[in-house]
DNA sequence: AATGTTATGACACTGGTATGACATGAGATC
DNA sequence: GATCTCATGTCATACCAGTGTCATAACATT
């Protein structure tokens, strides 16, 4: 799965060093949009969306700040502002705006490349992407599918629901009251006992991996690695 | 609260400035904690949980390349390296060890400071907030994790509630008889000795930190920070 | 030193959990 | 529609970790 990356320059030459650099580099994992003018980045922001934005800030039309505050305003897509401009107070203004980094021109593009890197690992971080993985277990939302260490098991879908919602919440204590409410949010008029069974099937269904459905007596139960 | 930072730099000068300014113009945000070389970073990395670093790397003793590795083993807290070393094949090991950014000397401070907010507001949102913290405890409500300096522990049920009362009065003298009411609220019909045995089963949990849970003759207990 | 208070370790027991057998009911198949 | 099959909920039982009690040691206060 691709990364939609949006570069904003209004020099050709540089917009194209950067955008075949990117598609390059990365061998397929960014999809490269641009846009050379404030007004195109524009309605390309509000019609699209980005897992990272590369803006410069002088641009005939709307300049990067307006581009960045649309952008804030709808989603929180990282943003790298990519400038001339080195005055304290425009970078100031830069990170104001919402932005995540402020390169400075003339720059290294193998170095804008690694911050996209770092900065595309640690946003995507808060969002769900749809392979869940823990340890030795990895769940997939789109084909519901479930491996253990790599092998797919079969899984029925009470107990692929618990799964999904205890990985969703790794590490933490869930409760018995909170699985129910979560899982069976239907018909709560189910004795929570119910718990403890499913539990009991899910764990036979991971296998080795069972190890990782810790009991938390008197709290509920909780997944982690190892 | 106040967010933790790591300040690593071995010019005693520079570290000054860095520390004073991040004191001053967050007034409070942040609690600077500081190292002058690799080995006493290495050691507060290993002992001391962080919300953010600022790493040299030419340090004498341990490079700031090791100390982020050990920091990333334990953690994943944002990490910024400042440097003189600008060849690219420095920055790129930066990015390489998991660092979230990279500045080079000479650098604007407020540039760094606005970096810094920027990348804990993002590094923030991927974390499950309300956490009850004193001193090297912390306690996070949502997951039901108790951490020790950083460092996650087995704690059981009744343990646990003791804990979370102590901490959501934290400093105040608790009775065991307020104590009884609130963490064994159902069944009042115990002896209130059984306060000094779960209280000596926490301590034994929390490890180096026990010694926060101070004993008030003939009044009760009280949590607090060292 | 005497007295009251807390720490600590051993022990017993209770209540929460694991487990397997069984009941139920919705789909699938004929 | 009858029958089969499988997923799911319920229950009874056994087990054991967590919790409460207590006796004794250690400590604080006077």
């Known amino acids: 799965m691709a990364y939609r990356l949006l570069i904003v320059e209004d020099s050709p030459e540089l917009l194209e060093i950067m955008s075949v650099f990117y598609r390059e580099e990365g061998a397929g994992l960014w999809t490269v949009d641009t846009a050379v003018n404030g007004n195109d980045a524009l309605a390309k922001v509000s019609d699209e969306s980005y897992d990272l934005m590369i803006l410069d800030i002088m641009l005939p039309g709307a300049s990067g700040f307006d581009i960045c505050k649309a952008a804030r305003s709808k989603s929180d897509c990282p943003i790298i502002f990519v400038t001339a401009l080195s005055t304290d107070n425009f970078i100031l203004k830069g990170y104001e705006t919402g932005c995540d980094d402020y390169v400075i021109k003339p720059f290294s593009i193998r170095h804008l490349y690694a911050k996209s890197l770092a900065l595309l690992k640690r946003a995507r971080k808060s ?32 107990e692929y629901f618990l799964l999904l919602y205890l990985l969703e919440n790794k590490d933490a204590v869930l409760t018995r009251k909170t699985i129910l409410e979560h899982v069976w949010c239907d018909d709560l008029d189910v004795s929570d006992r119910i718990v403890d069974s499913t539990i009991k099937r899910l764990r036979d269904c991971l296998g080795e991996a069972a190890g990782q459905i810790r009991t938390v007596i008197g709290r509920g139960y909780r997944i982690s690695e190892e």
Do not use: A, F, Q, Y
């Not at 789109?142 to 899984?155: C, H, S």
């Open 127 to 158: 969002d769900d992407g749809e392979e869940l993985r823990c340890g030795n277990i990895s769940l997939n939302k789109k084909t519901m599918m479930v491996k253990v260490k790599g092998r797919p098991i079969e899984i029925k879908s009470k």
